[in-house]
């Protein structure tokens, strides 16, 4: 699912990289349609939150977890996650889709990863 346009209670949930240089992909559209601050890597700006995804599978583990708390934190957003670390990262959805294992309702995962968590 390719994510155009969002609703008003809704987040664009991307890959970055630490430094927020959001120039391809997801990220390029977080940066261009919902709110992602050039040099921000990390975090809600915008409609859009970013998960440094170019660090290293720890990084993406820890920011993950930071996510999933903000999203219990803030049940009236509905969070639309793209598939994160899954392009030019290099992993692959069995790699980060059980980083969400658990994730409160309000998070919506793409097709991938929900096929991978139903497996496990």
Same mark, same amino acid.
């Given at each position: 699912m390719r994510i155009e346009s969002l609703e008003p209670h809704q @987040? &664009? @949930? &991307?890959?970055?990289?630490?430094?927020?240089q959001h120039g391809a992909g997801a990220a390029r559209m977080a940066h261009e349609r919902f709110g992602a601050v050039w040099g +921000?890597?990390?975090?809600?700006?915008?409609r859009s939150y970013a998960i440094d995804t170019m660090s290293g599978l720890a990084v993406i583990e820890r920011e993950v977890a930071a996510f999933l708390g903000f999203a219990a934190?803030?049940? +009236?957003?509905?969070? $639309? @996650?793209t598939e994160i670390g899954c392009g030019i990262a290099g992993y692959s959805p069995e790699q980060i889709a059980p980083l969400f294992r658990g994730a409160p309702?309000? @998070?919506? $995962?793409?097709?991938?990863? $929900?096929?991978? $968590? +139903?497996?496990?």
């Open positions: @987040v &664009f @949930v &991307f890959g970055s990289n630490a430094s927020g +921000e890597g990390h975090g809600l700006h915008g934190e803030h049940p +009236e957003l509905e969070l $639309l @996650v309702d309000n @998070v919506v $995962l793409p097709a991938r990863f $929900l096929a991978v $968590l +139903e497996r496990d």
